[in-house]
């Protein structure tokens, strides 16, 4: 299960893209092993590196800048992790060492995939993206804070709030197996499907 | 008395229906029908499972296939050009046995591609929940399902509990007025909702399409339509399952039958937005503003009428987007899309590889040739349409243009790190993601329907499909 988040300060990098894929967060050619491990190297490896397939640093990429390098938190724009279901996205990400994802929005499965993995998808209005690229530019540390307990993200004298449901700040505030939670209505399931089979018979093979 | 209920949506029913237990104020324990599988990510799910020494609740219930890095040429095997494909292949299967799980293997004639044997086989129903490790699985709405992509972990909690924690989504639905005309397809429309609303707009909704030209749509076209239900960032997507649902249905192999199948349609015929139902949004669309479309940029809200011009950025987009978007595509503002020379030509995928897919491409074929410089590639979504195909002599025609003609998968849909398009090739494609690097290192694929696919094969620069210039 992935460590409880309560509040972690580090590097902001921007990536200020809409629609950053998963193709891009994670090559499908990167994805070589029937496992969670090992992906942190494939992590934007279209981006990160100047030829496919190559190891080589592209310095132009934003992760390889001295300014960014070490980054802990991701600042995007729209729509943050579309495309492929690929959990493997969130598994490079937490492995490379990321923490948080600040986005105007996430795709769905994505957001999902974050919160089972110990990653905060922190959804933020346009402008404040903009004051936080702003800051993240001219400030001499590119270091903020994301708070989970306050659910605020801290930029030097800037505090900025943000929502989260109470099901995804519940699971990552604790590190929460959502298996072993569920499991515990166990007993409510099985009534259920066993009612349930009987209105819907077809539904069970 | 019955106090009278208030009229509520298709997915109101269905979320009540399947709801467990509330978790909180927006959250559900819903009980899961059906849980499908592929080798890409299915391996890693139950391999997960079993090391965390948990069981499949109802194993019958969970289905499996190799459509993702199986290889799709001829007298295929285990080993595969993609290079370490023969693991994820191996795994699935070894799992599959010992999780009494059924597995659509290669060689098997319903094999194929996920979302085209759900169902083909009759193992998606109308009004069940049904989840798979894969975005597109929004596709099975067109079934009348409330069926969902998820990650593997979600998948793993499927599998051990028989339910997922689902955030409910808000409600949205689009109408569309009056009918497609004639070459204008269900992708065209998808295409056409991308460009006008973005990749977006649908974020945290389950879309209902309805209307006169969803209730005209056949089945497969209704697959495609929502299909792309994840490029809008949808939750998902349904169509009300209507007589032609049950219709699709009726025979198939895992569906009911007998006195089950009776309970089915009688529960099926229920299933419909309430006249005066309140949606969240709604939007209504008029299908005689749809035209033929193709991608010009990396994201599909960065389409065009086939006719039309690569545009300007759109409101609100940062310029990082626009501009990277023209210069991975090797393309200016304002440059026509119909006309641009292409590399290569490929029909498959989830969205566009069924039986009428295959015949529209055909119908564009039929005594024509694929230009010289074009290497043309069809695959069939699966085994059986491949089957289908060939005792109606697609595959004939198909080849005589000069087309390859495949076993059915993924294939080249997505690069994995084996078979690719050649490097900057750009790539016309029945396909639903143009994204950077996608059909191989550095290809620029625009996204198209079959027939717009088949006509820019033969006239070898991106072309209008037949019919589609004839009536325009």
């Known amino acids: 299960m992935p460590a409880p988040f309560t509040s972690e300060t580090g590097v902001l990098a921007p990536l200020l893209r809409d629609n950053v894929d998963t193709d891009a967060i994670i090559p499908s050619r990167e994805m070589r092993s029937v496992g969670k491990d090992g992906l942190a190297e494939g992590l934007f490896a279209g981006w990160r590196y100047t030829a496919i397939g190559g190891r080589d640093l592209d310095p132009a990429f934003v992760l390889n800048t001295p300014r960014y390098a070490g980054a802990r938190f991701l600042l ?42 110990g990653i905060v998808p922190v959804e933020l209005p346009g402008s404040t993206i903009d004051v936080l690229a702003a800051y993240v530019e001219s400030a001499s540390d590119p270091a903020i ?17 943000f929502s989260l449901d109470a099901e995804a700040h519940e699971m990552l505030l604790h590190g929460l197996d959502p298996v072993a939670l569920t499991l515990r209505f166990g007993a409510e399931i099985d009534a259920f499907r066993a009612s349930d089979r009987k209105l819907r018979p077809w539904a069970y093979l | 008395m019955m106090p009278k209920m208030m009229p509520r949506t298709l997915f109101e029913k269905l979320w009540s229906q399947h709801l467990v237990r509330e978790l909180d104020a927006r959250t559900g324990l819903l009980v899961i029908d059906r849980v499908l599988l592929h080798e890409r990510t299915g391996g890693v799910a139950l391999r997960a499972l079993r090391e965390a020494g948990r069981r499949i609740v109802s194993p019958r219930q969970v289905f499996a296939t190799m459509d993702h890095v199986v290889d799709t040429l001829p007298g295929r095997t285990d080993r595969t050009i993609m290079p370490t494909g023969t693991d994820f292949i191996r795994a699935l299967r070894e799992e599959a046995q010992a999780n009494d799980i059924w597995l659509f293997d290669i060689g098997d004639a319903g094999q194929g591609i996920v979302h085209v044997i759900s169902p083909e086989q ?44 689902v955030k409910k989504p808000a409600t949205m639905r689009i109408a569309v007025r009056g009918r497609l005309s004639t070459g204008v397809t269900a992708k065209d429309l998808a295409l056409h909702i991308l460009q006008r609303f973005g990749s977006s707009f649908a974020t945290g ?14 089945i497969e076209a209704r697959l495609t339509l929502c299909n792309l239900a994840t490029e809008m960032a949808a939750f ?39 006249p005066g139902a309140v949606f969240d949004r709604e939007f209504t669309l008029d299908a005689a503003d749809v035209a033929p479309m193709v991608s010009w940029g990396t994201n599909p809200q960065q389409s065009a009428r086939i006719d039309g011009v690569v545009p300007a950025a759109r409101e609100g987009e940062p310029a990082t987007t626009h501009g990277r978007s023209l210069e991975y595509m090797a393309l200016d503002e304002g440059a026509a899309l119909a006309g641009l020379s292409i590399d290569a030509a490929f029909i498959g995928s989830c969205t566009n590889s069924r039986l009428s897919d295959l015949r529209r491409a055909a119908d564009q074929l039929r005594g024509r040739k694929v230009a010289e410089h074009v290497r043309a590639i069809c695959v069939p979504g699966s085994s059986s349409v491949k089957m289908q195909a060939e005792a109606e002599g697609l595959d004939q025609v198909f080849r005589d243009a000069g087309f390859e003609w495949r076993e059915s998968g993924c294939s080249m849909c997505f690069f994995a790190g084996g078979e690719s398009m050649p490097a900057g090739a750009r790539v016309i494609s029945s396909t639903n993601r143009n994204f950077e690097s996608r059909q191989g290192p550095g290809t620029r694929t625009h996204i198209a329907s079959p027939e717009v696919v088949a006509a820019s094969a033969v006239a070898g620069r991106i072309a209008a499909p037949v019919a589609a210039l004839g009536e325009a």
């Not at chain 1, 804070?145 to 709030?161: K, M, P, Q, S």
């Not at chain 2, 039958?257 to 349609?265: L, N, P, Q, S, T």
Request: charged share 20%; net charge negative; hydrophobic share 45%.
């Open chain 2, 205 to 218: 909704h389950v879309i209902e399409f309805a209307g006169e030209a969803i209730d005209a749509m056949e």
């Open chain 1, 145 to 161: 804070t994301v708070d989970l307990t306050a659910c605020a993200v801290i930029a030097g004298e800037g505090v900025h709030t």
């Open chain 2, 122 to 165: 009759g193992i998606v129903l109308p009004g069940m929940t049904l989840i798979c490790p894969d975005s597109h699985t929004c596709t099975q709405g067109g079934m009348g399902a409330l069926a969902w992509g998820i990650g593997s972990s979600e998948a793993e909690h499927a599998l051990a509990t028989g339910t997922l924690r």
């Open chain 1, 76 to 117: 995007s724009g729209l729509n943050f992790g579309c495309g492929s279901s690929r959990e493997h996205a969130a598994w490079a990400l937490a492995e490379y060492g990321i923490r948080a994802v600040l986005a105007r929005s996430f795709n769905p499965i994505f957001f999902g995939n974050c919160v089972r993995n």
């Open chain 2, 236 to 274: 998902t997507a349904i169509i009300a399952p209507d007589a032609k649902t049950i219709d699709y249905v009726r025979g198939r192999r895992f569906a009911p039958i007998g006195d089950r199948w009776e309970r089915a349609v009688a529960d099926w015929e229920q299933l419909a937005s309430d």
